[in-house]
């Protein structure tokens, strides 16, 4: 695998044999190579939308390899508040980093930037469309937990239709002979076009609109939010709210080692009770963005190989 020099917009962009060698690499950096690998390098974080995890692991990963980070975590610090085009800031940006990690609440923004940008671009979430960093952590998370990607019944709960980590997670997950579960309310399914794509390849699907429709155990349950934000009708927001909730007595369906992941935030969808357990690997996950994105990092700047 050779993406020096690539942008990382969309999952769809990486082939299976790629997949499986950033999740090794990912989990190879874990494991302590690599150590000050990024040194001389700099990454730009631009996030024109909120977030915790994706920017500060982005962040800590440079830092802690070596690297240095520039940035701006709120859109209303940057030129964008003064009518800037996104593609004159990433063209202004491209020559102060080696790599740029970028937020932005409209879908196909981050391809816009990869196709304007010398340096690479890396989607850190585009709307609702994809997360592709997101999923490679929840790929490397899995594979770290049972030692492989194939072979597995994998659920994804709650807002299907506008949560990108799901996007990117399902399209990966067609490369691998895994059985997916979409669990949703009927008006937030997963969109049509990422079912199309898993109907087009030889992924195993199935639709369902409760957890107490399963007719076996899950391997994994990953657990998403209603994603507030990106509703155009706050009434059609109010008839989905806390419409599913995880706690313990739900592992009598899911299998009493099914594992639960979830990219968090967490509102109210998985039960605190569930913390302390060992199903629980959300805070694990969220950390193992750490090493999956010092990886990406290397890899795109040629820093590892
Ligand atoms: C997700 C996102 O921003 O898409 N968060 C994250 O990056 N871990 C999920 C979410 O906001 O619900």
Not at 106 to 118: M, N
Not at 138 to 143: F, N, R, S, Y
Not at 145 to 162: A, S, V
Not at 267 to 296: C, K, M, S, W
Request: hydrophobic residues 40%.
């Amino acid at each position: 695998m050779d993406i020096k020099g690539r942008s990382i917009v969309s999952i769809r962009d990486f082939p299976k044999e790629d997949i499986e060698a950033i999740v090794n690499k990912a989990l190879e950096v874990k494991s302590g190579k690599w150590k000050g690998a990024l040194e001389g390098k700099v990454l730009a974080t631009l996030f024109f939308e909120p977030s915790t995890r994706t920017r500060l692991s982005f962040e800590s990963a440079m830092v802690s390899m070596g690297g240095q980070i520039i940035g701006f975590a709120d859109a209303n610090v940057s030129s964008a508040k003064k009518g800037e085009s996104l593609a004159d800031t990433i063209q202004t940006v491209m020559g102060y980093c080696d790599v740029i990690a970028m937020r932005h609440p409209v879908e196909g923004a981050a391809r816009l930037a990869s196709e304007v940008s010398t340096v690479p671009v890396i989607n850190a979430g585009d709307g609702a469309n994809q997360h592709p960093t997101q999923t490679f952590l929840d790929l490397a998370t899995i594979k770290e937990e049972f030692g492989r990607l194939d072979g597995l019944r994998i659920g994804m709960l709650g807002d299907l239709k506008y949560g990108r980590t799901v996007h990117s997670l399902a399209k990966a997950l067609s490369w691998f002979d895994t059985k997916q579960i979409f669990i949703a309310p009927p008006s937030l399914r997963m969109p049509e076009n990422t079912l199309t794509q898993l109907r087009q390849s030889t992924a195993q699907y199935e639709e369902i609109a409760d957890v107490s429709e399963l007719k076996s155990e899950m391997d994994v349950l990953y657990v998403t939010r209603i994603q507030k934000e990106r509703f155009a009708d706050f009434q059609e927001y109010e008839r989905v709210a806390g419409a599913y909730r995880i706690d313990k007595s739900m592992f009598e369906i899911l299998g009493q080692k099914c594992r639960i992941m979830h990219p968090l935030p967490r509102v109210d969808e998985i039960a605190e009770e569930l913390d302390a357990t060992e199903n629980a690997i959300y805070f694990r996950q969220a950390h193992n963005g750490i090493p999956t994105r010092q990886a990406l990092l290397g890899l795109v700047t040629g820093a590892i190989q």
